[in-house]
């Protein structure tokens, strides 16, 4: 991981490190995700299940009679590390919990597939909190609860043992905390987090509809090449919307922070722009997580709407609302909502993310 977001700092820049637009060339930003466009197609040509398989499709995969498929474990790892080097809308979660699995598979010959997932839970550790790992687990309903208890202390271990990884969680580290004062503001919070949690539902049925017809659509098994064409847009992106490219989690606090000069409509744009991106490279050949990017997305969707509604709520009771909104469609799991939502946002509107969620699921079942 850390090799993988050097690599990613030396093509794009310092300052995508910080959260801020590259200030590479288009040219620059063309050749170089249009080239590893063209080592994920010749990776993944002709050969099913070598692409990276989401954080979800592992632990349903340990789930499995025949238990974990490593056939092409090391592809799968290296077209991870490329998707996420070139600056594809990307999380690194899957990366790293398909690493953690594919090694201690090897470690324990199958032998016990309940410690490859306690090891995944350790690893998610890594997030800044080592609940997350244990509510992935608890979502999949996980037939030996003390197995969580492993991954969890794995979890701390990680965080002290490779404590500069930390910051992969702490993207809202120093931002001041915002908390309704009189209960007009209070009142004007909770309308907020119920609209957000609307919005955050809508947002979350945009990413789920949209990768369902890609998926449909069967792109990369009826064109090899469609990462090349993925990675020049993407490139694209990273030049003319530089929010919708990468992971997103280091832009979190350059926005709350005004140190991105965006219009409302422009920052509206590029947060549907980077939902859209995050199913466009997962359904052609750019694989990684969509925690993070959906989590930005979402982050930026509210602070538009704030912009636009000024006077209710205040722009952390927005942005946690849609986030739990978006988050109650896209997991199976609450639990694992509430707490990559409080881990990635680090507390900042916590009561709107409870709300938004119980918004989303409420009208997700409804649905």
């Not at 490593?70 to 991870?80: A, E, W």
């Not at 694989?287 to 912009?307: C, D, E, N, T, Y």
Request: with cysteine; glycine share 14%; charged share 10%.
């Amino acid at each position: 991981m850390s090799t993988t977001l050097m690599l990613q700092k030396w093509i794009w820049g310092a300052s995508v490190e910080r959260g801020l637009p590259t200030d590479r060339s288009l040219l620059w930003c063309l050749a170089w995700s249009g080239t590893i466009g063209v080592a994920l197609s010749l990776l993944q040509r002709h050969r099913s299940n070598s692409a990276l398989p989401e954080m979800s499709e592992t632990l349903a995969e340990l789930q499995e009679p025949e238990g974990l498929n490593t056939h092409h474990g090391l592809r799968q790892v290296i077209g991870g590390m490329l998707a996420i080097t070139g600056g594809g809308t990307l999380g690194p979660e899957a990366l790293m919990t398909r690493l953690v699995a594919v090694a201690s598979h090897a470690i324990w010959k199958g032998a016990d597939r309940d410690l490859v997932a306690a090891a995944m839970a350790g690893s998610l550790g890594l997030f800044r909190s080592p609940l997350v790992g244990g509510a992935a687990i608890a979502g999949c309903q996980w037939e030996l609860i003390w197995r969580w208890l492993p991954g969890t202390i794995g979890g701390v271990a990680g965080f002290v043992a490779f404590h500069g990884l930390s910051d992969l969680g702490g993207g809202m580290r120093g931002v001041a905390y915002a908390w309704p004062s009189d209960p007009s503001q209070r009142l004007g919070a909770l309308l907020a987090a119920i609209l957000a949690g609307l919005a955050g539902w809508l947002a979350g049925q945009l990413i789920k509809c949209w990768r369902q017809w890609l998926h449909q659509l069967e792109l990369l098994q009826r064109f090899w090449w469609i990462p090349i064409g993925t990675g020049l847009l993407i490139g694209f992106c990273l030049w003319g919307l530089p929010l919708a490219g990468f992971s997103g989690e280091n832009q979190l606090q350059p926005l709350v922070l005004n140190k991105w000069t965006l219009d409302t409509s422009v920052l509206m744009l590029s947060a549907l722009a980077k939902l859209l991106m995050v199913g466009l490279c997962l359904e052609t050949g750019w694989r990684g997580g969509q925690f993070f990017p959906v989590i930005l997305a979402s982050s930026a969707f509210g602070m538009g709407l704030h912009q636009w509604i000024p006077w209710i709520g205040s722009i952390d009771t927005w942005s946690a609302g849609v986030v739990g909104g978006c988050l109650a469609v896209l997991l199976n799991s609450p639990l694992l909502g509430l707490v990559l939502g409080l881990t990635l946002l680090q507390g900042h509107g916590a009561g709107a993310l409870v709300i938004g969620l119980l918004v989303g699921l409420i009208l997700q079942r409804r649905h």
